[in-house]
């Protein structure tokens, strides 16, 4: 079954320079292992292909039962040159929600 | 401390802009030690400098006045000490303007202006910027150039008897990791302890977004009382242990959720998350909920701390010219690309860079995911850069006259120009960095 991530996860996004880091927080912690497996680096870069140019890191943090994508050339320059009207990728957040991945649960 | 072995600090800004209220109601009702208002982002410091160099006197946070006519009465009856990067860029000023506030309002209350962030003087227009890989000076007129303090600056202003500690560049973490060192004896070389006071510190440093503030969202995370939205404080042990929590009976929510966004806000490596203080790892914290509105924070760590310093350097970076039209009804979106076609024909030969948005279809996420209905309304928004604020104006101009040059039903044009300032950075060897206290009285 497909689902949205935003379904059962949410994400903050947050700027550095050029940069833009997104979390991936299930609801539940027990799909952590879930996102781990599906929401890959590889399938976020092609699924933010038209706003990430850059590479796609993704940090594991069990600690918290959450995913840090950290997106490389993703912002137009950043936050004080930007030509976008989201100048900081604020909302992009909820671009990554967007993604929809194979339920295997 | 009001308590013995606990220090309570609140945060009751996050931004410059941040709402005046929920410090009020810290300072009236959460029996604060400290309260740490940060208000000081990469750009605002350039700003900021480029308004002293306007006018000597000013240079500080624009909102500093209704702040202090508000807080100043309560900080002394409650007996809190203010922590604030509000000088942004004249620290000293600040402590001025503070100080004749706080006499026209007859209160007693001493200041301590923290100053040696601005490195202007030491930068070499050379140095690489991490940003670009090229020199400095190739990115254009250079106006300012600020290093971020840690800390340590802050303890001598904290050894004193200052009421109110103001700062211009200090990371923003060790905003609240000063008061911790001072008033828990934590040492500084424990970088193990220094984690996790930076973890504390990022939990807190954007006030409101742990409580609930750009967390709710109507179907997902419903959120109560945002209106009435309450700014946290934290209890920090001497061990290191944390409680975030909030003034009971105020809106929005502390709970594990709205820990962990705010713990991975713009954090771009958890192994390494480095200030001045710290190179610290977010990787081993726990979080726990122990009651309602109250999240546990430890496990923070750290191994050193880096031998540089970031500095934000500001740069003229030319002019933005921006316009906007509405479209709406019977084929509105069709209508706005039309209109964009056109601009594009009219604009592109001179502007290159020209940025053409949908503004209700693909301009906040500059795509589209999936099959999207038709909306019933569109907002053309065309933006481009140039050199000087005249050429920039042309953008907005040929948005405006897309009213009898357009397509049918155009309505609302708004046109904006904007001088830009950029923001680079470069890194400075700390030991080329000297911070000083200077003391206002009232």
């Known amino acids: 079954m497909k689902v949205k991530l935003y379904d059962i996860a949410h994400s903050r996004a947050g700027d550095k320079g050029n940069t833009l880091t997104l979390s991936l927080i299930p609801y539940n912690e027990k799909d952590f292992d879930m996102l781990c497996s599906t929401v890959t680096a590889d399938k976020v870069k092609a699924h933010l292909k038209d706003i990430v140019q850059g590479e796609i890191t993704r940090y594991e943090l069990p600690n918290i039962a959450s995913l840090l994508f950290v997106c490389k050339h993703a912002l137009l320059t950043g936050v004080t040159t930007s030509l976008a009207l989201d100048t900081h990728g604020k909302a992009l957040s909820f671009a990554l929600l967007e993604m929809e991945i194979d339920n295997l649960q | ?442």
């Open chain 2, 1 to 442: 401390m009001k308590r013995p072995n606990i220090l309570r600090i609140g945060c009751g800004a996050g931004f410059s802009g941040d709402r005046l209220e929920p410090s009020v109601i810290l300072l009236e009702k959460a029996e604060l030690d400290y309260l740490v208002l940060e208000c000081l982002a990469e750009r605002t410091i350039a700003l900021a400098q480029k308004r002293k160099a306007q006018d000597a006197s000013t240079g500080y946070d624009p909102l500093l006045e209704k702040r202090m006519r508000l807080y100043l009465p309560l900080l002394k009856k409650n007996n809190v000490r203010l922590i604030t990067n509000m000088g942004a860029a004249n620290p000293i000023a600040a402590a001025d303007k503070i100080i004749a506030i706080a006499k026209e309002l007859r209160i007693k209350i001493k200041v301590a202006a923290v100053t040696g962030d601005d490195v202007f003087d030491k930068i070499n227009k050379e140095t690489i910027a991490l940003e670009t890989g090229e020199p400095l000076y190739k990115a254009g007129e250079l106006i300012s150039a600020n290093a971020y303090l840690g800390a340590d600056a802050l303890l001598p202003a904290l050894q004193s008897d200052a009421d109110i500690i103001i700062t211009g560049r200090v990371a923003d973490p060790s905003l609240f990791v000063a008061p911790m060192v001072h008033e828990l004896g934590w040492d500084m070389n424990d970088f193990n302890v220094m984690g996790q006071a930076t973890v504390i510190g990022h939990l807190m440093e954007c006030a409101g977004q742990i409580a609930g503030g750009y967390f709710v969202d109507p179907v997902k995370k419903q959120v109560e009382g945002m209106a009435q939205l309450g700014h946290p404080y934290v209890d920090i042990h001497t061990n290191g242990e944390a409680i975030v929590s909030k003034v009971n009976g105020t809106g929005g929510v502390i709970n594990l959720a709205t820990a962990k966004e705010q713990l991975l806000y713009e954090v771009t490596n958890p192994h390494e998350y480095f200030t001045p203080d710290v190179i610290a790892d977010f990787t081993k914290v726990q979080l726990q909920e122990t009651t309602q509105n109250c999240v546990l924070a430890q496990g923070g760590t750290g191994n050193t701390k880096p031998a540089t310093l970031k500095v934000s350097v500001g740069y003229k970076a030319g002019f933005i010219g921006e316009g906007e039209i509405s479209y709406a009804g019977a084929n509105a979106l069709a209508r706005a690309k039309l209109a964009g076609e056109i601009l594009y024909e009219r604009l592109h030969p001179d502007f290159p860079e020209l940025r053409i948005d949908y503004i209700g279809y693909n301009s906040t996420h500059r795509t589209t995911f999936g099959d999207v209905v038709e909306p019933y309304e569109a907002r053309l928004r065309v933006a481009a850069k140039a050199a000087d604020a005249t050429t920039a104006a042309r953008i907005g101009e040929e948005v405006e006259a897309l009213y009898t040059n357009g397509p049918a039903g155009g309505g609302g044009a708004r046109k904006y120009v904007n001088e830009v300032i950029g923001i680079l950075s470069v890194l400075i060897d700390r030991n080329t960095i000297q911070s000083s206290v200077t003391f206002r009285e009232s």
